[in-house]
C-alpha cells in the first residue's frame, strides 16, 4: 500500500515566504544604516546591533516561556529591533535599548499573540514608552561627524524659528522671550535641502537620510512588499497641508516632508501590515490621517515633530477604518472590477 | 471576423508556474483499451443514475447503462463492449464514492445503435437537439460536470444573446484543450453552431488564453466563414477560466452575486464540450470517451490521451510508460482545483480533464505560519473576498461571521492559498465554512 499525500487543493504554491518578505524589509533598511554608521560613527552600529540581538533574544525567550515554537528564523523580530534602533539616538544608552526592545517584543507584539497579531506597531510603540519615561536621553541628538556634540534637530530648530518670528512679529513691546528665542534660532540656521536629504543633519540614528530611505522604500515598492497607497497618501497629505498653513511656501512643505522621521515612517511603518488597514481604501484613509495627525502635531503642538504618534493613533483606528471599508465583492450591486 | 473587441480585464488573479510545457506540442494518442472499466452512475453535477443493466448483461459499445434519475442528471454510456462484471461502490477520482457498472471488455467494440445519422445539421429540430445532447450523456467537460442539456433549456424568462466557449485552459499542466483546439476545430465550431442553434443566439465568442498562440491561429482560421463566431485572446492569468471571470472579460458584464450566467443573457461551455455535442451529433455515438493530460514530474512520458471513460488511472498511467520515480501526490485535474488521490485505482471519468504525478519536491508545501495580513490573497481574489479574514472565522467556528464576509461566493479557485507567505490553508477553511454555512441553510429550511 502506497502512501500517496491527499491534501487539500491547490497543490502548488508561491515561493514566497514571511521570512522573504522580513528579509527584504531588512535589505531596504541597510541603505539608511550605512548612512548612519558614517554620519554617527560606530556609536550607531553598537545601537543597531544591540536593539535586533535583544529583540531576537526576547522573543526567544518568550516562546520558549510560553511553550510555543520558536520563530525567529522568520526574522520579523530582527526587523522589530532594527526599525526600534532607526527610531532612537545614536548615542543612546544600552539599557534604554534592551529596554525598548523588551517592550516591543514581548508588551506590544506577544502579549497580544504574536505576529500579525500586534495592535500597534512594535517600535514605535516601545519608543513611545522610552519617550516618556527617559525623555532627555531620548533627545539627546548629536551633529553628524562631531563627537557627542549636542544639536537640535531641524524641525527643533523650524519650531523655534516659527515661534520666534511670530512672536517678534506679533508683540514688539514685550520682545524679551522673541528676542532669545530669535537669538537661539538665528545661531543655529537650518541646514540646507541637500544636507537634509542626504542625512547631514542631526536626529535619530535610521531617520536622518532620506535618500537612503527612498532607496530602501523603491525596493520594496519593486519587490512587492509595500504599495504605494499608505505612504504617498501619507506624503502627499503633509505636503499640502503644511502648504496651506504656512501661507503657500513651497519650500518649506517640500523641505520638511525630508524631515522627523517623516520618510522612515510613512515607507517602513505606517506600512506594518499588522496595525494598517488591509483593504484599499482604508490603506488610503490610513495615509490621509497619519498626514493630518503628522502636520498637526507638528505645527500646532507641543513636540516639533508627530511622525510617531500619528503612525500610534491611526494603528488603533486600523480596525475601526477596516470595518467601514470592506470592499465591493464582484457581482454586487455598485461594485467596479 | 476580426474586429477589435475591446476586454476587460477582472481584477486579482495570479501567474503560477504554467508547466504545460511537457504536453502542450504532444499530439493526442489513443489510450489502449482497457481489459475491464469500471463506469460510475455519477459522473457529473446532480442525481446518480439508475442502472439499466445487471451482472452478466451483455453490452455494446455506447450503450446507455445508467438512467438520469431528475432532470439535473444525464445518462451514462459504456465505453466498451462485453459483459457486465457487477454492480459496486466504488471511490471517484473527485474524492466520493458511487455506484458503478464494473463491465469486462470483449475487445471487440461492437457498437450500439447510433443515436442518429447522417442528418444534417439544419434539417434537426431544436427539441431534437435538445434531446440528443440529454440522450448523449453531455456534460460540463471543464470540470464542472453540469448536464448540459439543462444549461441548453433554459427558462423562458431568461434571454440568452451570447454564447461563450471556454478554451482559456488556465490550470497549469493541463493542455487537452489546447489539443483539441489544435487538431479538432472543427469540431469546436460545429459544436458552437449546434449550441447557437439552440439557444438562438447569433453572438458566439471562443475565448482563448494568449499563451497559446498557435491554437488561437488555427481556430481563427477555422472561424473565418462561420457568421457570428469570434476568436478572442485573453491575457493569461489564473483563473481567467473562471466562469464569471471570463463572461466579464469577453463581455463587460458581471454575474450578480448570487446569480447565474444566465442571467445576464450569457451561457459558456467549454471546447470539449462542444466537440462531444459535435460528434455525437455527427457520428450518432454518445460520450464514452475524453481526452485527458497525464503530466507532472513523475510521469515517464507525458501525454494528451483519449481515454475510454471508466479506465483506471493505473491502466492510463500504464500507457504513458509509467513512472521515473514514487509519485509523492497524485492529483485528479489541474494543480489548483484538482484533487488529491490516495489511490490510482479510480476510473477516468467524464470530470477528469488531468491526471497529475506529482515528484516529492513538487509535493512538499512548506508548514503553515502566522497570517502577517500582508493583505496578498485580498488582492490576487477575482472576487475581492477577504480570504484571511474568511478563514480566521472559520478556523474560529464562527460560520455566521463567515458567510457575512462573502464566503459562499468564493470560487475556490485557490489563487489565496497559492500566494499567501505563511502557507496557510485559506481555501481549505473557506470551504469548511461554505459547507457548514450551506448546511445551517438547509436545516433551518
Known amino acids: 500500500m502506497s502512501n500517496y499525500i491527499v491534501s487539500s487543493s491547490p497543490h502548488i504554491r508561491t515561493h514566497e515566504s514571511t521570512s522573504r518578505i522580513m528579509l527584504d524589509v531588512i ?3 541597510i541603505p539608511a544604516g550605512v548612512v548612519s ?44 529591533g532594527l526599525l526600534l534602533a532607526y527610531n532612537l539616538p545614536p548615542g543612546a544608552p544600552w539599557w534604554m535599548v534592551i529596554i525598548g526592545s523588551v517592550i516591543a517584543i514581548a508588551l506590544v507584539k506577544h502579549a497580544f499573540g504574536g505576529l500579525g497579531h500586534n495592535f500597534m506597531n512594535p517600535a514605535l510603540a516601545a519608543r513611545a514608552v522610552l519617550m516618556a519615561c527617559w525623555p532627555v536621553h531620548m533627545t539627546n541628538w548629536i551633529s553628524p561627524g562631531s563627537d557627542a556634540v549636542s544639536s537640535a534637530t531641524p524641525l527643533v530648530l523650524r519650531k523655534i524659528s516659527d515661534a520666534a518670528t511670530s512672536a517678534t512679529s506679533a508683540a514688539t513691546s514685550s520682545a524679551t522671550s522673541g528676542a532669545t528665542a530669535g537669538a537661539t534660532a538665528a545661531s543655529m540656521e537650518l541646514p540646507s535641502l541637500l544636507d537634509v536629504i542626504i542625512g547631514n543633519i542631526p536626529g535619530s540614528l535610521g531617520e536622518i537620510s532620506s535618500a537612503a530611505l ?81 502636520t498637526v502635531i507638528r505645527e500646532f503642538g507641543g513636540y516639533p515633530e508627530g511622525v510617531s504618534y500619528s503612525i500610534l493613533l491611526m494603528n488603533v483606528a486600523t480596525p475601526l477604518i477596516e470595518k467601514y471599508t470592506m470592499p465591493k465583492i464582484f457581482g454586487e450591486v455598485g461594485s467596479r472590477v | ?71 439535473i442528471s444525464a445518462p451514462v454510456h459504456s465505453s466498451v463492449s462485453g459483459v457486465v462484471k457487477s454492480i459496486e461502490t466504488v471511490d471517484l477520482p ?41 440522450e448523449a450523456g453531455i456534460v460540463g467537460l471543464g470540470g464542472a460536470c453540469f448536464p448540459t442539456h439543462v444549461k441548453l433549456s433554459p427558462p423562458d424568462d431568461k434571454k440568452i444573446d451570447i454564447i461563450i466557449l471556454n478554451g482559456a485552459e488556465c490550470e497549469p499542466f493541463l493542455t487537452s484543450d489546447h489539443r483539441l483546439m489544435v487538431e479538432k476545430p472543427e469540431e469546436i465550431i460545429y459544436g458552437m453552431k449546434v449550441i447557437m ?44 477560466g473562471a466562469e464569471k471571470q471570463l463572461i466579464y472579460a ?32 455527427q457520428t450518432g455515438m454518445p460520450l464514452y470517451q475524453r481526452i485527458v493530460t497525464v503530466s507532472g514530474g513523475a510521469v515517464k512520458e507525458p501525454k494528451n490521451v483519449l481515454v475510454r471513460l471508466g479506465t483506471s488511472f493505473r491502466d492510463v498511467i500504464e500507457f504513458c510508460g509509467g513512472w521515473t520515480e514514487e509519485p509523492a501526490k497524485i492529483i485528479n485535474g489541474g494543480p489548483m482545483m484538482g484533487t488529491a488521490l490516495h489511490t490510482l485505482d479510480v476510473p477516468v471519468t467524464k470530470q477528469t480533464s488531468g491526471i497529475l504525478l506529482f515528484t516529492k519536491k513538487e509535493a512538499e508545501q512548506p508548514e503553515p505560519s502566522n497570517c502577517i495580513r500582508c493583505a496578498r490573497c485580498h488582492y490576487v481574489c477575482p472576487i475581492r473576498l477577504l480570504p484571511m479574514n474568511i478563514s480566521a472565522q ?46 445551517a441553510r438547509k436545516q433551518n429550511a
Open chain 1, 27 to 29: 535589505i531596504a533598511l
Open chain 1, 37 to 80: 554608521i558614517w554620519k554617527f560613527g560606530v556609536k550607531s552600529l553598537w545601537v543597531i546591533l544591540l536593539a535586533v540581538i535583544s529583540s531576537v533574544l526576547t522573543e526567544y525567550i518568550v516562546q520558549k516561556l510560553t511553550k510555543k515554537t520558536v520563530t525567529i528564523n522568520d526574522f520579523s523580530s530582527a526587523v522589530t
Open chain 1, 214 to 294: 527612498l532607496i530602501g522604500a523603491a525596493y520594496l515598492l519593486y519587490r512587492g512588499v509595500i504599495n504605494w497607497r499608505i505612504p504617498f497618501t501619507y506624503l502627499a497629505t503633509t505636503f499640502v497641508l503644511t502648504l496651506f498653513i504656512n501661507g503657500w511656501d513651497f519650500y518649506d512643505a517640500f523641505y520638511q516632508l525630508f524631515l522627523g522621521g517623516l520618510i522612515l515612517g510613512a515607507f517602513f511603518m505606517a506600512t506594518d501590515y499588522s496595525s494598517s488597514p488591509v483593504t484599499s481604501l482604508g490603506q488610503i484613509i490610513m495615509g490621509i490621517g497619519c498626514g493630518i495627525l503628522t
Open chain 2, 1 to 71: 471576423m476580426s474586429s477589435k473587441l475591446k476586454l476587460f480585464s477582472f481584477s486579482g488573479g495570479i501567474h503560477p508556474p504554467e508547466n504545460k510545457h511537457m504536453t502542450e506540442n504532444k499530439k493526442i494518442e489513443t489510450c489502449k483499451s482497457p481489459d475491464i472499466v469500471t463506469i460510475p452512475l455519477l459522473q457529473h453535477t446532480g442525481a446518480p443514475c439508475e442502472p439499466l443493466v445487471a451482472k452478466g448483461d451483455e453490452v455494446k459499445l455506447g450503450q446507455k447503462i445508467g438512467e438520469p434519475k431528475g432532470y
Open chain 2, 94 to 134: 473527485t474524492g466520493i464514492k458511487a455506484n458503478a457498472v464494473i463491465i469486462e471488455n470483449d475487445g471487440k467494440d461492437t457498437p450500439e445503435e447510433p443515436l442518429t445519422s447522417g442528418k444534417r445539421l439544419e434539417d434537426f429540430s431544436i427539441k431534437e437537439l435538445q434531446n440528443l445532447v440529454l
Open chain 2, 197 to 240: 442553434k439552440i439557444l438562438n443566439v447569433s453572438q458566439g465568442y471562443i475565448a482563448i488564453e494568449d499563451n497559446k498562440p498557435d491554437a488561437i491561429n488555427i481556430m481563427k482560421e477555422a472561424a473565418q466563414k462561420e457568421k457570428g463566431i469570434q476568436i478572442i485572446a485573453l491575457p493569461t492569468r489564473y483563473p481567467q
Open chain 2, 250 to 281: 469577453v463581455t463587460g458584464r458581471q454575474v450578480p452575486a448570487g446569480g447565474l450566467p444566465a442571467d445576464i443573457g450569457v451561457e459558456v461551455n467549454n471546447v470539449c464540450t462542444a466537440a462531444a455535442i459535435a460528434r455525437a451529433i
Open chain 2, 394 to 439: 472559520s478556523l474560529l467556528g464562527n460560520y455566521e461571521e463567515a458567510e457575512k464576509l462573502h464566503a459562499l461566493e468564493c470560487i475556490e479557485c485557490g489563487c489565496c492559498s497559492y500566494i499567501c507567505p505563511a502557507s496557510r490553508p485559506l481555501l481549505q477553511s473557506i470551504q469548511v465554512a461554505k459547507k457548514e454555512i450551506i448546511e
